[in-house]
């Protein structure tokens, strides 16, 4: 294996970064697509080790750059059971892929074998799949050499979101066990969604059509595959932006980062007042929805609502089944929900409410700590965690009455329609729709249930954002370096009424973030606007 790797880099030498490291960040490695070659033989010398460290357990690829534009590409690694990589490992892939040369890189993998103590005789297993970017074909070569020069076994699904590479992960991984995930095939994702989505249906009045855009990305014919098997006579949707064919497309001016960082519908929205319409991402693993009021005044529902939404709903079934006292359950947020809707949480839901750091990572291993634990980042990532304890507490529960019964068939069918390894744009959008339609709400009711803060999220570009540290425990909300500031930020932001501002440093490009909400508009320009100049 070892000469393998060496003559490998041969064909996949690393790109000139001009002194620049790689970094396995949040979402994997991600950059412009022709600096990324080299990372992508690494990733597959990586996948091997993983697999051969865990038993022979299949691990996932998955290549994508998500909402990024189209000349970026990315991958990241799954977990057996459909996980994020395990952040411990983070350290041996951004070893791996900063790797002057081929020997350096042949000397790393040994290193790793040696103190991983990897057992190189053991079968190693991958599956990977791919956005639509056309660089994708290129760095699957990549891959694939660096899964061969580790004598590894693979499977390509081509084309898949995100979501279902890792609903194949931990599928592949349970189907010999008792319970297997499901099916290990496209097929298989689409037959449990469509038959748990059918089911959370029966006592439900379907309602109007939903309109989605797609990015241009993969969502558009993975959601056309998935409504042959929804049919149209429960739920109507309408796709929209769904030109893969060119490339050029791709998240531009569309999809659900757009519509959430513009505030506003994609310029071919043609929504009459209070249709409802969603988007997903270039990877369809982040779903928002929005709508036009009275005056076409544009409406965003974000994670935020689509968090409170399911969790209102979870809440009533769970209460409604008659298993209030065995099933708890949280939401988890970042400090980037709005106010409102913790605050609707904790005093009208009266459920608990869990902050964490941002990024997907985090909020999920918080989540599975609860017996059903509903997690979203504003930004619309998210799912809902349903724990083997609460499984099979539904599972063994007899109801007590016909209600009992309509509520428990409802929760049944919600924990196979909703993807329990990570955020899933395809399973929360009919997540939502299910939830409308038995609350028997439009997009304005939904609206009604709250009323957010006034908000604004700024960007200052720095040079070294590394320096913006915040304090462990406080979910990012609180700064101990660069020393003083936080005083400084307490002393603007305790003038505005419900005041609340913070500062942190990017996870993903060179800039601080500043987010600041109050009860009056002009108030979050003013603090915010006085934040950013303390930074700046
Ligand atoms: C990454 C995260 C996303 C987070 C964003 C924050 C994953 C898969 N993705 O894209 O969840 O919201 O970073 O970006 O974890 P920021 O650190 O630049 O604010
Ligand atoms: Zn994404």
């Not at 009533?316 to 106010?339: F, H, M, P, W």
Request: charged share 25%.
């Amino acid at each position: 294996i070892e000469t393998a790797i060496l003559n490998g880099y041969a064909d996949w030498p690393r790109a000139d970064t001009k002194g620049k490291e790689f970094t396995y960040g949040t979402a994997g490695f991600r950059m412009r697509a022709d600096l990324l070659d080299f990372v992508m033989y690494t990733v597959g010398i990586l996948a091997s080790l993983r697999s051969r460290r865990l038993n022979s357990n299949t691990i996932g690829i998955m290549i994508t750059a998500s909402h990024n534009p189209a000349a970026d590409n990315g991958v990241k690694l799954v977990d057996p059971m459909g996980e994020m990589l395990d952040q411990d490992w983070e350290f041996w892939a951004t070893g791996l892929a900063n790797s002057k040369n081929g020997e350096e890189l042949r000397n790393g993998y040994m290193h790793a074998v040696k103190d991983l103590k990897i057992e190189q005789t053991k079968e190693a297993k991958v599956i990977f799949a791919r956005d639509t970017r056309p660089s994708g074909a290129r760095l699957v070569k990549a891959l694939i050499a660096g899964l061969e020069a580790t004598g590894t076994k693979y499977i390509d699904y081509g084309y898949a979101t995100t979501p279902q590479l890792h609903y194949l992960v931990r599928a592949t991984n349970t189907q010999n066990q008792p319970i297997p995930y499901g099916e290990v095939s496209m097929e298989g994702y689409y037959k449990k969604t469509a038959e748990a989505f059918k089911l959370a249906m029966k006592y439900a009045t379907p309602n109007g059509p939903v309109t989605v855009d797609c990015a241009n990305g993969v969502g558009a014919p993975k959601l056309k595959e998935l409504m042959k098997y929804l049919g149209s006579d429960i739920l109507k949707i309408n796709i929209v932006n769904d030109q893969i064919e060119n490339p050029d497309l791709l998240n531009e001016k569309c999809g659900a980062d757009f519509v959430k960082t513009k505030q506003m519908a994609p310029p071919d929205f043609d929504g009459k007042r209070f249709e409802r319409w969603a988007s997903l991402d270039g990877d369809a693993d982040r779903i928002v929805y929005y709508f036009h009021a009275d005056g076409n005044i544009f409406r965003l529902l974000d994670g935020d609502r689509i968090a409170t939404l399911a969790a209102s709903f979870i809440g009533d079934l769970v209460r409604k089944s008659g298993l209030e006292e065995q099933i708890k359950l949280a939401v988890v947020q970042t400090a980037y929900a709005n106010g409102a809707a913790t605050k609707y949480v904790e005093k009208v839901l009266n459920l608990k409410v869990e902050t964490t750091a941002t990024g997907v990572k985090h909020l999920h291993h918080v989540a599975a700590r609860y017996d059903i634990g509903v997690y979203f980042e504003a930004n619309g990532h998210g799912t809902v965690l349903f724990s083997a304890r609460a499984l099979k507490q539904i599972r063994k529960h007899e109801p007590q009455s016909p209600a009992q019964l309509e509520a428990l068939d409802t929760l049944k069918a919600l924990t196979d329609l909703i993807n329990q390894t990570v955020g899933d744009a395809l399973s929360d959008l009919l997540l939502v729709e299910v939830v409308l339609a038995h609350k028997e709400w439009t997009v304005k009711e939904w609206l009604a249930t709250y009323t957010d803060l006034p908000n604004k999220l700024a960007k200052v570009m720095v040079n070294d954002r590394s320096v913006y540290r915040t304090v462990q425990g406080t979910a990012e909300r609180r700064l101990e370096s660069p020393p003083g500031i936080q005083e400084k930020i307490d002393d603007i932001v305790k003038k505005y009424k419900e005041g609340r501002c913070f500062v942190r440093g990017s996870g993903t490009e060179e800039a601080v973030r500043v987010y600041g909400e109050a009860a009056e508009v002009y108030d979050v320009e003013d603090m915010v606007g006085k934040v950013t100049e303390l930074i700046s």
